[in-house]
């Protein structure tokens, strides 16, 4: 597939190594006739070795047949999480490497997950869009205040901290976004 058309969480194969992209930036050059360049952030599958990887629009990159399997989080092991696939019950173990970033925002029973496969190996997560967390600790909303959206610190009960809206208060339920990492509305 070409450069162009490779998103986030596409797995894609280069000098022989199979790699699963996890950031991409485009830069477009100013001026006339430039090509339009994107800086792929790549990590080994399996392993999480990071690679950065330039390529024009026009490059093209083999796509890898990768497996999705619906799976919710079952316990932690050690360091690994553990899921269950939805359907036939197989547990799927990742390291904490491969779950990375996304380890903030799983929390017991935890559904709606996809665990991806490549040649019968679990080698990466996909989280649901949204994910419903709770406040554990957040400052007191300022009485009188004005009356505009002023963000404050929240932590939740994974131990990551975003920024919520001044009406939020501890204890409250909310959603946060797993792709941004940004408060979505109340549960």
Do not use: H, W
């Not at 950031?23 to 599958?45: H, K, M, W």
């Not at 939805?86 to 017991?108: F, R, S, W």
């Not at 190996?121 to 909303?141: A, F, M, R």
């Not at 939740?156 to 990492?181: D, F, H, K, Q, S």
Request: charged residues 25%; contains cysteine; hydrophobic residues 35%.
């Amino acid at each position: 597939m070409k450069a162009s058309d490779i998103k986030r969480g596409n797995v894609v194969e280069y000098n022989n190594t199979v790699y699963q992209v996890r950031d991409i930036e485009r830069s477009a050059p100013q001026g006339r006739g430039g090509n339009v360049t994107f800086r792929f952030t790549l990590y080994s599958v399996p392993g999480g070795q990071k690679y950065d990887l330039s390529l024009r629009a026009e490059d093209e990159l083999k796509e890898v047949e990768l497996s999705r399997r619906m799976a919710t989080f079952s316990y932690k092991d050690g360091e690994a999480f553990v899921f269950l696939d939805a359907e036939d019950y197989t547990p799927y173990q990742l390291d904490a490497d491969v779950v990375g970033d996304a380890a903030g925002y799983i929390t017991d029973g935890l559904e709606g997950c996809y665990v991806q496969i490549i040649d019968d190996q679990p080698v990466g997560l996909q989280l649901p869009q949204n994910v419903t967390l709770e406040v554990v600790d957040t400052p007191p909303e300022l009485k009188g205040g004005t009356a505009t959206k002023r963000p404050k610190p929240a932590r939740l009960n994974t131990g990551i901290e975003i920024m919520v809206p001044e009406y939020i208060a501890n204890g409250e339920r909310i959603l946060v976004n797993t792709v941004t990492g940004e408060y979505a509305g109340r549960a």
